[in-house]
């Protein structure tokens, strides 16, 4: 099939070169000129395992293209998948839905026979119907079908994740649309994905109602956390024992900083507008987002305490900066939070992560950023693990740290507890 990609980030790019690699032709599009150029040459704009390879490959093979074209890339292509950003608006808990209307209207001016438009973005429940009478000012609606598919991939883990989903949500009541769909998405069904057809309203709310339910067992597990540390309970043994209830299941039940990344922060936010334009009160949603806000200041509230309120001048090393590991995103994580306020006590911070320099923490003179870990945690009174990356979960620190009493804050529990135990370092954890 000849598909398009209007917007070539996380998720356009990875789903386009995905669908390419299945045998489609894809046309990845970008308003961003220096992105496409880069992509043109092999330069892939973003840190996610496996991607370059695909890239290359398939943009090898000609079943992938790039261009800052977006007419051409209409006119060529049958099914057009919108893939652009929708973060929160200036000064509102809303969705900035400008990109998609942009899309649209682009859209509307550059169909000539029939096409599948198809919404990848999250958006809320409704923003389908907006698309569609953008689209049918112009052209009429039997050349056009709108259509919603949300996406699931996870960043650090998106390739797998597209080719392996659990399950596909195609958002449409046009029977003829959804065959096409269906026979697109055949090689994943085959391999076990489950292929669910919604109404399109139906199929934008399941994604808002996935991610706020994702956040709600991140925070939840987060605050039974603190309750283990005031208790001495474990909080891995709390997350083991629910987990292994079907119906609760332990993914996102593993505490640690507050939840960040492109997608949480913002659809909670989101939906929490939606539910209000629609006159509905999602309390435990705004609950979550209260807790989820709390929850750094809290981590920075033991940090003082670790320090004994001593923070000026202290050595404080960040190990891992971005939202997760595995990805270079630092939409919303909160070392966005908590580097800056440590700066402006004066601490001095050097921070590593694997992805590589941080244009985010540029303007702060006394924040460094480190090449190596060794480099980081050279002479530091204080390491905190802040993203749980493989490249720190065997590292020996006493062989790192020149220093003899330093503490280490294992914001991920990711160091085994016992090593701990005896010696001069202090070891903290989540939940225990
Ligand atoms: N990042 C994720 O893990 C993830 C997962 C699932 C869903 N989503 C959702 O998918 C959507 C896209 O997210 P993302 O992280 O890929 O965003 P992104 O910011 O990485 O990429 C969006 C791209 O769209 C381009 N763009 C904007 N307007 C354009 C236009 N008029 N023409 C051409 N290109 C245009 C931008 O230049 C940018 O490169 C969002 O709604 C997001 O919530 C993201």
Known sequence: MKLCMIGTGYVGLVSGVCFADLGNDVICVDKDHDKITKLKKGIIPIYEPGLEELVKKNYKSKRLSFTSNISEAIKKSNIIFICVGTPTKKNSNAADLSQI?????????????????????????????????????????????????????????????????????????????????????????????????????????????????????????????????????????????????????GRFLRAGPAYGGSCFPKDTRAIVDTGSKFKTNLSIIKTVIKSNKDRSKLLLNRVKKMLKNKIRNKKICFLGVTFKANTDDMRESSSLTMIPYLAKKNAKVFYYDPSGFKKEFKKFKNVFNASSIKDACKDSDLIIIHTEWNDFKLLNFKNLNKKKNFIIYDMRNILPNEKFKKGKVKYFRIGS
């Open 101 to 249: 209307f942009n899309v649209a209207n682009e859209i509307s001016k550059n169909i000539k026979s029939f096409k599948i438009i198809i919404n990848k973005s999250t958006v809320p429940v409704t923003t389908g119907d907006d698309v569609e009478k953008i689209i049918s000012k112009k052209v009429s609606k039997n050349l056009f079908s709108v259509v919603s598919n949300p996406e699931f991939l996870r960043e650090g883990e998106a390739i797998r994740d597209f080719i392996y989903p659990d399950r596909i949500v195609i958002g449409t009541s046009n029977k003829k649309t959804n065959r096409v769909l269906k026979s697109l998405y055949t090689p994943l069904i085959s391999k076990g994905a489950k292929y669910i057809n919604t109404s399109r309203r139906g199929a934008e709310l399941i994604k808002y109602a996935s991610n706020a339910f994702l956040a709600t067992k991140i925070s939840f597990i987060n605050e039974i956390a603190n309750l283990c540390e005031k208790t001495n309970v474990n909080v891995e043994h709390i997350s083991i024992g629910m987990g292994l209830d079907k119906r609760i299941g």
